[in-house]
């Protein structure tokens, strides 16, 4: 029987360097169809980067709402949907916050990341997690984590409260950015989060 | 799984990373690719890039059999057999033979769609012609190596692996988070341990925004920089003059510029850098163990190399010098493989005259000026010059007085459509090659994974068959050894010294694994040339100091082309998979440059110069520098088409020719009514 535990990811927005490594090597692992992106990377403020898949959340939307009942929780944390079930009505796409939910125009149904299961079960990380370069992008337990060294969430991170995402984010600090000085101003220097 | 097998690939495109690869195989066909753990650089992972091969492998666009154009341009195409194709472009090297005595109508222009070694064969296949033309010089990197030569001798051979012992990274006009991935295991390594990142750029690059500091500059004034710094450095008492008099050729001189030319505010000026931002780069250089990583981007200018003599003056005038870790990281090629296909022996008639060189960075308009013999037949291989080369219009001038043009690609690119024959490449997944990396030290061999797709063919193999339809016409035409099969070739480059410094006795050990070059064994005593009389000899400054960038009254905004995530250059632009929402349709402006010009985003804008005129839409970016504007390589309308006769101060020592001053070009935008 599936051990309790939480999967989930912990990221590191200041290390992520927007390579999009993660979301190729997703569809390399997965092949998904055209169009239908798993893990996604999207642009931050002042130049950060989200790399966003299936949060594998406490209280999964994608679950209450689906009418036909296509979607499990384990009891390892991941949340799985079985595609057979998918009526493609798409109300799980339109209730998860994340967008982790993709449905596929060709067959019409519905899938998503569902952890990397099968390399999971050989003992290996998920694909995206192999292919991050740079360290951002881990996959954790949430209950062993040390909650006091990350935060909840991060500026631009979709809302947590519906659904209680299995991610938590490291702390970004300050930088500091010396802009060009132009002859006319002479505010150049700042510290941006 | 039925079939399953995995096999070991290299990727072999001109980037820094030259990726260790492991392909997963089923019934033949390449279902998945991954890192290779045992590589000790690349770690276990791909790129974006590399890890959309799959689609690549079997993108519906590649090209299956040999084609044949009539007319030229026409979009008539018809299949061949190879057989059929290579026996025409046989005959007519023969027939050009007889008319001018000699195969210098017959040449070439390749360059680094693939890097692998046996990608050479090309360059073999038409030194079995005898005398040729060729395009010689580097596009690239030649003007930063020959200012490192000035100053040292010899570029340094550094291990980016020892990045991570540093104490301090200075990222000067590079960005990995989009050209050298792999580098951040490294560079994070260091920072976890108490490294501190500055980066310097013109453009906040995704690299820029890592940094603990940022310091923005204006373009090509990188050499004011270093002055500044090190006048800083000077002034604070921290620069050890004792050691500087015995190992610093012209220091005295050197000195006496710093504190007589250069002056802070003005440098502060010039680069758009804030005092206290110079500050802050001195004050990571008053600590050893400083790891500074010079990109390629900052030579592309007319002063380009001596921008690079300076930076490397400040590395070495502040002791970050020999150490691990520390010091000047540019460009690592070894150098140890003999390169045979550009070497075996030829017959002495073949000896007689020599080959006729033509500028890469200009081989259209140099070609146009070629007589006795002019170019009649073009072999393209490895290239999208229509995109990537300078005076496109040239080119379209030269097609004109071509009999004959060949393209070898795996795609339909621009420079194929131009084409009367197009030859179907195989793909580094069908065939073999010996791989190295400018970058770091990992040697590998390319395995095929998977038979060639339709009828798709290396290089080499075109070579091979190339030189029997000549000799099986006019025996002995060609001295290409033809026999010799991939495998005879990689044997052959395994000479003793590579096989001592790999640490090897036999070279098929490297089919199980990827390994490391040892070190060489380094003499640490070099002297640094401040003043180098070589460079004087070469009619450049023999001082490391800086030159300004030019500038153009004509046009006052300067167009920079820097590399795109998706993209190697050309290569790559047609995967879904890598579709990030890059495009070459946009130009990204300062929105105040927009505002004086009544521009606002997603205008249809023309941006021309004295060269031409491209089509695009305006894109507003906060970030980027007042007077700079930015557009990606590639696509139908070619931003190179605002490119013509741009060549950077160094390069000739190692390229053979200057480089490509590609930063130095200066435009206008205004809106298309």
Redesign the interface.
Known sequence: MTKISTKGFLFNV??C?????C???C???NKTA?GVQWRR?TEGE????HSISCNHCSSPECFRVCPENAYIKRRDGIVLIDSNRCAGCNTCVQACPYHAPQFDLHQNRTTKCNYCIDRQREGLPPACV??????ALVNIDLKHLPLESTVPTVPGFPDIRITKPSIRFFPQKG?????????KSES??NTDL | MRNHKIVHNVCPRNCYETCSILSHVENDKLV????NILHGYTR??????G??L?EYVYHPERLKYPIKQFPRGSGNWQRISWEEALGFIAEKIIELHDRYGSSLACGYNKYSGNIGVLHQATEGMFRGLGPHTIAQGDVCLAAGNDALIYNREKVPFKDPEDMAKAKGIVLWGVN???TA??Q??FI?KARDQGAKLLVID?L???????????????PGTDGMLAMATLKILLEKGKLDEGYIKEHFIGWETFKSYLLEEVELSEA??IT???L??IK?LAALYESKNCATWVGFGLQRYSNGGQTVRVIDALVTLTGNYGEIGGGIYYNNSSGIFPINLKKFPRPPEQEKTKERIVDINHFASEVLALKDPPLKLLWIAGRNPLTQDQDIDKWHQLFRQLELIVTVDMFMNEIAAQSDFVLPAATFFEDYDLNYSYWHHWIGINQPAIPPYYEAKSDLEIARLLTKELNKRRPGFSSFPAERTALDWIEGEFTPEVLARLGIKNWRELLQSPRKLIPPSEKSDHQIHLFSQKAKEGQLPALARFTPPLSNPSYPLRLLTPQS??RIHSQYSNL???D?GETSEEVEMNPQDAQARNLEEKDTVLIFNEGGTCERKVRLNK?L??GVVLASQGGQDPINKLFTGLKADMGILTGGMPGGAYYDVWVEVKKND
Do not use: M
């Open positions: 200041e290390r360097i927007g390579c999009h490594a979301e190729v090597a569809k390399n692992e055209p990377v002042n130049g950060t980067y192999v292919a991050c370069p740079s360290g930088k500091k950015r010396y802009w060009l000085k132009e002859e150049t220097k | 998945k690719v991954e890192g276990g992972r791909l790129c974006a890039k890890y959309a799959t990995p988070a989009r991935t792999h951040w295991f994070n013109p906040y690059t995704p690299t820029a925004a890592q940094g603990d500091i940022f310091l923005q500059i204006k502060s000026k758009g850098v804030p206290e931002g802050e995530l998706s879904s998979w890598l990030f970030y520098p007042e």
